[in-house]
C-alpha cells in the first residue's frame, strides 16, 4: 500500500510505561466526554465537571466518603485480579458480595442482643465464607462440567439478591419494623469500628489495604502468583509446566468470592448497619472497571478505585445541583471502560507515521 | 380466581406480551454470537432503544418514526461496541459490560425530561374478533405488530441461517474465523453486520417496552430483561426456535409469579423469579458437560478476539 500515510504494526512487546500510562489518557478522555455530554444536554460543561469531580472533595466529610466508596471497590477489584490474570472471567462479584453480606448479616442477626469483641470477626469471617462458597459454584461448574463461568457468575448475581430480598421480606425481617423489607438493626458489637468522630470511613478499609498487600506479595512473591500469571499469559505453557488447572480455577474464585464477600461485609457492618435490598450499588460490577483501570496491579487498583468511587461520588453531588439523574455516574464508568479498552490498542499496536524521503516521492 | 376457560386465553395472551421483548433481543443476540461475537451490552442497547423510542414518540408524535428510531439508536450504540471489538480488537467481556454499564447511564440522562409523561396508544389489530372469539381471541387477536413479527422473527432467523448463503456465512465466521477468512470471506464485516443487527433488534425489544408493553419512561425500566435475553440464547443453544419456547417460559414464569402473589401462593415469589436464572444454569451444566452437544450450534469462536495480519 503506498498511498497510505499510517501503517499499523503489531507489537512484539508492551512496554510498561505505556502500559500504567494508558489509564490516564482513559481518564482525560472521560472526562473531555462527559464534558460533551454535559453540553449537549444543555450544561455549562466546566460547571458541571466542577460539580462533578471536585465539589465532593473539597471538604472533609467529602474525602471520607470518597474512601468509603472506594474501599469496597478496592477489595473486591483485588479479588477480581487474580481471576482475570489467570483468564477466569468471574463477572459475578456483585452476588459473591450480596451472599457474603447475607451470610455474615446472618451471624450479626444471631448476636443482635449480644455484646462481646468476639462478635465482629466472626461476622468478617462468615461473610468471607459466604462469597467463597458462592464464588465455588462456577467455579467448580467450569472445571467439573465445563460450563461457561461468565454466565454462571452472572446468574447467580440474580439469585443472590433474589435470597436477601427474600429473607428480609420474609424469615428475617424486624419484627418490630412494620413490615419495611429490612432486617434488626445490627448491635454495636456488630459494627466496625469508626476512624473518625462524624465521618463514616470505618476500620474495614484497613481489610482493604491488607488485601492489597497480601495481593501484591502472592502475585509477586510466591509461587501460586506465577502459576497464576503464566496460566493467565498462555494456558498451554501453564499445562506443559504441569500446574494443576483445575485446583488453580477453584483457588482464584475463592479468593475472588472471599474478597467479594469481605466489601458485603463491611457494608453492613461498616455504613448501613443491617440487612436490606439495597446494601450495593452495583460494587461487584463497577470493580470491574476498577480492576481493569488499575491494570490488574495491586497499587493500581487502589487508584483506580479512588477515581471510581469519584465517580459515585459525582453522580450524587451532580444531582443535588443540577437535577441530574443519579445513573450519570455509570455514564463516566462505561466511558472510562471503553476508553481504557480503545487506548489499550496502543499498547499492541505501532502506529507509524510513515516517512516519505524525496526519494520516495518520485518513485 | 376462577380457572374458567375464557381466562386461561387470556393469560396465554398475557404471557405472550411478556416474551416479546426476550424473544426479539435474543433473536439479536442470537446472530450476533453464531458469528462468533459475545456482546454483553444487551441491557445496555435495550434500554437505550426504549428511551429512545419513547422520546421520539413524544417529540414527533409518530410511532412509526419512534419505532424506527429506537432500531437506529441499538444499531448507533452497538457501533460503539463494533468498532471496540472488531476494529481495535478489545475484549468482548469488558467491552459489553462498558457497554451496558454507559447505556444504563446514557438512557437515564436522556429520559430525566420524559419521566411520569403519559405513553400513547399502541395501535392493536384485529380488536374485534379478540372479544367475539372465546378461548383463542385473545391468545391470536388483538395484539400490536411488533408482537406477530416478534413470534415470526425466530423462523426466520433459523431459515436464514440454515438455508441461505449468508447464515453459511455468518456460521462459518463464527465457526472458524481463519478458514472463512482464508474462503475470502471479509470475517471484520459480517461481525460488524451481525453486531449491528442484533443493536436495532435490542432496540426494538426496549421501544416494546416503552412503547407498548408499559407504555411510559421509567429509569432502569428493562429491569435485567437484557440478561435475561442473554441467558436466553445459552439456554436454547444457539437455535433460534428454541429461543422462541424458553423466552414463552421466561415470559410465563413472570407472569404466573404475578398472579400466584395475587391468590397468596405458598412458595416465595422470589425463588418462581429466580427460576429462569436456574434453569438457565442447570441447562448450562447440561450442554456443556456432553461435549457432542454443545459442539452442534455453539459458534466455536465465541468470545474470540479475530486478527488478521495485514
Known amino acids: 500500500m503506498e498511498d497510505l500515510l499510517i501503517r499499523i504494526e503489531k507489537r512484539n512487546d508492551v512496554p510498561t ?8 489518557i482513559a481518564i482525560i478522555l472521560t472526562i473531555i466526554g462527559g464534558g460533551i455530554i454535559f453540553y449537549a444536554l444543555g450544561f455549562n460543561p466546566v460547571e458541571a465537571l466542577k460539580f462533578y469531580f471536585i465539589t465532593p472533595i473539597s471538604n472533609l466529610y467529602g474525602f471520607s466518603e470518597l474512601l468509603l466508596k472506594a474501599t469496597p471497590l478496592c477489595l473486591i477489584a483485588i479479588g477480581l485480579s487474580f481471576c482475570f490474570k489467570s483468564n477466569n472471567w468471574n463477572i459475578g462479584a456483585e452476588g459473591q458480595l450480596t451472599f457474603g453480606a447475607i451470610v455474615g448479616g446472618g451471624v450479626a442477626l444471631l ?6 469483641f468476639y462478635i465482629l470477626p466472626l461476622i468478617i469471617i462468615a461473610g468471607a465464607i459466604g462469597g467463597m462458597i458462592f464464588a465455588l459454584i462456577p467455579a467448580i461448574l467450569k472445571t467439573y462440567f465445563n460450563t461457561n463461568e461468565i454466565l454462571v457468575s452472572l446468574m447467580l448475581v440474580y439469585v443472590s439478591k433474589l435470597i436477601l430480598d427474600y429473607l428480609v421480606v420474609g424469615p428475617w425481617s424486624n419484627p418490630e419494623g412494620f413490615n419495611f423489607p429490612e432486617t434488626r438493626q445490627f448491635s454495636d458489637s456488630s459494627r466496625m469500628p469508626l476512624l473518625f468522630e462524624g465521618l463514616r470511613i470505618h476500620a474495614g478499609i484497613f481489610i482493604a489495604l491488607a488485601a492489597v498487600l497480601v495481593s501484591w506479595f502472592v502475585l509477586y512473591k510466591t509461587y501460586l502468583g506465577f502459576q497464576i500469571k503464566v496460566s493467565g499469559l498462555s494456558l498451554k505453557t501453564a499445562k506443559y509446566a504441569g500446574f494443576k488447572g483445575k485446583t488453580m480455577i477453584l483457588i482464584v474464585f475463592m479468593i475472588s468470592g472471599a474478597c467479594a464477600g469481605l466489601a458485603g461485609v463491611g457494608e453492613i457492618t461498616g455504613p448501613i448497619g443491617q440487612l436490606h435490598r439495597m446494601i450495593s450499588p452495583d460494587y461487584g460490577f463497577t470493580a470491574i472497571i476498577v480492576a481493569f483501570l488499575g491494570r490488574l496491579n495491586p497499587f493500581g487498583i487502589i487508584f483506580a478505585s479512588l477515581v471510581v468511587s469519584l465517580t459515585y461520588l459525582g453522580a450524587e453531588t451532580a444531582q443535588i445541583f443540577l437535577q441530574i439523574p443519579q445513573y450519570t455516574g455509570q455514564v463516566f464508568q462505561g466511558m472510562i471502560l471503553f476508553f481504557l479498552l480503545a487506548s489499550d490498542y496502543l499498547l499492541f499496536f505501532k502506529i507509524k507515521f510513515q516517512n516519505f524521503s524525496k526519494n520516495e516521492l518520485r518513485h | 380466581m376462577s380457572l374458567d376457560i375464557s381466562f386461561i386465553g387470556i393469560l396465554i395472551g398475557s404471557i405472550m406480551a411478556s416474551s416479546v421483548p426476550l424473544i426479539l433481543a435474543a433473536s439479536g443476540e442470537l446472530i450476533t454470537e453464531r458469528s462468533g461475537v459475545l ?4 441491557e445496555g442497547m435495550m434500554i437505550i432503544g426504549a428511551i429512545s423510542g419513547f422520546a421520539l414518540m413524544v417529540i414527533t408524535d409518530n410511532l412509526f418514526i419512534a419505532i424506527i428510531g429506537s432500531m437506529l ?7 460503539i461496541f463494533g468498532f471496540l471489538t472488531q476494529s481495535l480488537l478489545t475484549n468482548h467481556v469488558a467491552t459489553g459490560l462498558a457497554l451496558t454499564i454507559f447505556g444504563i447511564g446514557l438512557s437515564a440522562m436522556l429520559g430525566k425530561d420524559f419521566v411520569g409523561i403519559p405513553g400513547k396508544d399502541f395501535p392493536i389489530l384485529f380488536s374485534s374478533l379478540r372479544e367475539s372469539i372465546p378461548f383463542f381471541g385473545p391468545i391470536l387477536f388483538g395484539h400490536s405488530i411488533i408482537l406477530y413479527f416478534a413470534f415470526v422473527l425466530p423462523f426466520l432467523t433459523s431459515y436464514f441461517l440454515k438455508k441461505t448463503k449468508l447464515g453459511l456465512i455468518v456460521r462459518a465466521v463464527g465457526d472458524s474465523p481463519v478458514s472463512a477468512s482464508n474462503q475470502g470471506i471479509n470475517v471484520i464485516l459480517v461481525r460488524y453486520c451481525c453486531i449491528l443487527y442484533g443493536g ?8 416494546y417496552l416503552s412503547l407498548i408493553y408499559t ?8 429491569a435485567g430483561r437484557g440478561w435475561i435475553a442473554l441467558a436466553l440464547v445459552v439456554f436454547a443453544t444457539w437455535s433460534p426456535i428454541k429461543v422462541l419456547i ?4 421466561f415470559g410465563g414464569i413472570s407472569i404466573l409469579q404475578l398472579h400466584m402473589q395475587a391468590v397468596g401462593f405458598r412458595i416465595p415469589v422470589q425463588f418462581l423469579i429466580a427460576l429462569p436464572y436456574l434453569m438457565t444454569i442447570i441447562v448450562l451444566v447440561v450442554i456443556s458437560r456432553d461435549s457432542r452437544k454443545i459442539k452442534l450450534n455453539t459458534p466455536t469462536s465465541l468470545g474470540r478476539i479475530f486478527y488478521k495480519e495485514k
Open chain 2, 39 to 42: 456482546n454483553l451490552g444487551v
Open chain 1, 111 to 116: 448476636f443482635y442482643n449480644q455484646d462481646g
Open chain 1, 17 to 24: 510505561t505505556l502500559y500504567f500510562f494508558t489509564p490516564f
Open chain 2, 200 to 207: 436495532g433488534m435490542c432496540g426494538l425489544a426496549g421501544a
Open chain 2, 73 to 79: 439508536s441499538g444499531v448507533v450504540i452497538s457501533l
Open chain 2, 215 to 222: 407504555p411510559q419512561w421509567i429509569e432502569n425500566m428493562t
Open chain 2, 246 to 249: 424458553g423466552a414463552i417460559i
